[in-house]
């Protein structure tokens, strides 16, 4: 569980290694629903906090994201809002968003930003007012998404723009992938003291069992390969060397 500025946010696992974020606020009684991957783990995280899900938030039609997005609109009557570029791709859809485009979440404004490269309609909701951003499989802490559609500079230009977000920004990603994240990042930037102070920190987390989300934008800087790449090219070979890592 996470609180900014009036707004809680509570991981619920999900599959292998999923997280659907709740985003709640406590001053209007707003919950969105951030990529229900499954259905009912979505409103029994919602049920047993006794609030309603009046929204539901899509990044990406993968089906880890979007299995679940019929039920829990049968439930609860709340809206889907997804990328208009992906509006075939899963059954539930109600509004198709692309790049500029704004959408209310509880008290807040949600800019869309378009961050193809994880799929070719990916979309990030940017939260400035509370310094969040809800990066799907774009960004991860330590890492990014495979490409499974877009191209090595297309992801490359999606991260150097979240990159860009201010420092504080708190980026909430949809996967438990931060371990092995940094077990890469310590591989390819041995000399770097963030990276190792990370890891430790990282590895004691997930020892503990605890939640390795959100992140900061000024702890990728600083820690995260692909956001450190300097070209598309360096990217696209770090990205090769990830999907082998073991």
Request: aromatic share 8%; net charge positive.
């Given at each position: 569980m996470v609180m900014a500025s009036a707004a809680e946010f509570v991981a619920v696992p999900a599959l292998s290694d999923n997280y659907i974020w709740l985003l709640h606020d406590w001053d209007s009684g707003h919950t969105a629903v951030v990529d229900p991957g499954d259905g009912a783990a979505a409103l029994s995280a919602v049920a047993e906090r006794g609030w309603t899900a009046d929204q539901l938030l899509v990044t990406h039609w993968h089906p880890d994201h979007t299995a679940g997005v019929?039920?829990?609109k049968a439930a609860s009557g709340a809206e889907v809002w997804a990328p208009a570029a992906e509006?075939?791709?899963?059954v539930g859809f109600d509004h198709g968003l692309g790049e500029g485009d704004r959408?209310?979440?509880g008290r807040w404004t949600a800019e869309v930003w378009e961050v193809p490269g994880h799929t070719l309609?990916?979309?990030?909701?940017?939260?400035p007012e509370i310094g969040v951003a809800l990066v799907g499989d774009t960004l991860f802490a330590c890492g990014c998404g495979r490409l499974f559609e877009g191209t090595p500079e297309q992801m490359f230009r999606?991260?150097?723009?979240l990159g860009e977000l201010p420092g504080e920004t708190l980026a909430y990603a949809a996967h438990e992938y931060t371990l092995s994240n940094v077990r890469f990042a310590a591989h390819v930037e041995p000399a770097n003291?963030?990276?190792?102070e990370r890891l430790r920190a990282v590895e004691a987390a997930r020892a503990a069992g605890r939640v390795t989300l959100p992140t900061s934008i000024a702890e990728e800087r600083a820690t995260n390969p692909f956001l450190r790449a300097a070209?598309?090219?360096e990217f696209a070979a770090l990205r090769a060397r990830k999907d082998s890592f073991r």
């Open positions: 019929a039920q829990v509006r075939a791709k899963f959408v209310a979440v309609g990916h979309i990030a909701y940017i939260l999606s991260l150097q723009r003291a963030a990276v190792a070209n598309p090219d």
